[in-house]
């Protein structure tokens, strides 16, 4: 079992849908949970991080973590065809490298 | 501030024949990672140095890869022999410190190797 799980699509949504992305993990140990967006022939850039449980929110976006099921989320309001890219999802225990998911590629629709 | 610069952005080349990537990190960044993307196996770490010093290379698939960092400011992935199989793309990423601070990546080599 890899230690980080994310479904690679691909994701097809009109335009204004929301959107779930998840990734499941094994590492119980994992605390900083990062989403990363990469553009098509870019360089992955960081979107948001959480450290440990709980929600944060960044206008249209919001990232949840639940550590007893080992499982995080990202979600985007009122997605729009510029929030098109494939997300990774990357955590790690904090004094150690990212582990990344292998992304899910998104497509908003106009 | 300049973001991490690669070289090349392409490279397309014969099987056995060496290639070299180069990257320039971010001033002031500590740590510097060689990352490799397919689709099939997703992001890769390869190896990661802090300081200059090489701490973990063991994602580095054979012994035909190499990485150095002569200095802060510079480090090389070497491929030698390459082969068809190596082809992908190869990003660089720096960061000032280990989590929560965040990883800047450059825009990636594309390497083909034919």
């Known amino acids: 079992q890899k230690e980080v799980e994310q479904d690679p699509g691909p994701l097809s949504v009109p335009e204004g849908a929301i959107v779930s992305l998840n990734c499941t993990y094994s590492n119980s140990a994992f605390q900083y949970f990062m989403w990363y967006r990469q553009y098509s022939r870019k360089g992955p850039e960081l979107l948001m991080y959480?450290?440990?449980?709980g929600n944060k929110e960044d206008g249209r976006f919001t990232a949840q973590v639940d550590k007893s099921s080992k499982y995080i989320s990202l979600f985007i309001r009122d997605s729009q065809p510029s929030d098109s890219a494939t997300y990774l999802c990357?955590?790690?225990?904090?004094?150690?490298?990212?582990?990344f998911g292998k992304g899910t590629r998104l497509s908003v629709i106009a | 501030d300049a973001g991490v610069i690669q070289s090349p952005r392409h490279e397309v080349t014969e099987m056995g024949q060496e290639v070299t990537l180069r990257c320039k990190p971010i001033?002031?960044?500590?740590?510097l990672f060689w990352y490799r993307q397919t689709m099939m196996r997703g992001l890769e770490l390869l190896i990661y140095f802090n300081n200059n010093v090489p701490i973990d290379d063991s994602g580095m698939p054979e012994d035909r890869f190499s990485a150095k960092m002569p200095n802060a400011s510079f480090s090389t992935l070497k491929i030698q022999p390459s082969e068809p199989r190596d082809s992908a793309v190869y990003f660089c990423a720096s960061m000032r410190q280990l989590a929560p601070q965040p990883q800047h990546f450059g825009d990636g080599t594309r390497l083909s190797i034919l």
């Open positions: 959480t450290y440990s449980s």
């Open positions: 001033s002031g960044h500590d740590y």
């Open positions: 990357a955590m790690t225990l904090g004094n150690t490298p990212l582990v």
